[in-house]
């Protein structure tokens, strides 16, 4: 599915919940993780990333809520990509969803309530349920892609690939060519 929006997609939010683990069980900590990759090089080594505790160089793409439990109302997570002022170096944005590990191995299928919508203004793109990632430990949710070389508006699909792995090694994979 592609944004059929003849401008492109322009400021986009991603928000991510879900429910906190069971009593007695180690904490389920989610997050939301960006890719921005170079006009030149869309499928190569990412130029930077936004996750906890980071935010883009230039403040276009910033992590806005950051839960490490999944308690609270509405979304335990939320990341806004300011797209249309974006440089016209960076010609594609991967935005992913990795589960830390610290407390023993957790799954997508182990997460209640596991959710991500991605939304520009009140228009939702796209709202997706983990669990349909099963064993999955880290997932591509969503592609944003430059328009005309780097010179027209940005597109928006879906791109929801699952993963085995840490957030770390995920980072390294997340921008690949699907294959």
């Known amino acids: 599915m592609t944004s059929s929006l003849n401008k492109g997609v322009g400021k986009v939010q991603v928000t991510l919940r879900w429910d906190p683990s069971p009593a007695g069980a180690p904490d389920h900590d989610l997050d939301i993780i960006a890719a921005v990759y170079p006009q030149e ?17 230039d403040g276009t ?51 209640a309530g596991g959710q991500v919508a991605v939304k520009e203004g009140y228009q939702e793109l796209d709202n997706l349920r983990l669990a349909d990632l099963g064993p999955a ?5 969503a592609e944003f892609t430059r328009a005309d070389g780097g010179t027209g508006g940005w597109r ?20 690949g060519a699907a294959g």
Do not use: K
């Open 156 to 175: 928006w699909s879906r791109s929801l690939r699952g993963f085995d792995a840490d957030p770390r090694s995920f980072t390294e994979l997340m921008g």
């Open 41 to 57: 090089d869309p499928h190569g080594t990412p130029v930077y990333l936004v996750h906890f505790g980071s935010r883009s160089p």
């Open 61 to 111: 793409i910033t992590l806005d809520r950051d839960s490490r439990t999944g308690q609270g109302f509405g979304s335990d997570e939320v990341m806004t990509l300011e797209l249309e002022r974006l440089s016209p170096a960076y010609g594609r944005v991967v935005v992913g969803v990795a589960i830390q590990q610290g407390g023993g191995r957790i799954a997508f299928a182990d997460v």
């Open 137 to 141: 430990t880290a997932a591509t949710i």
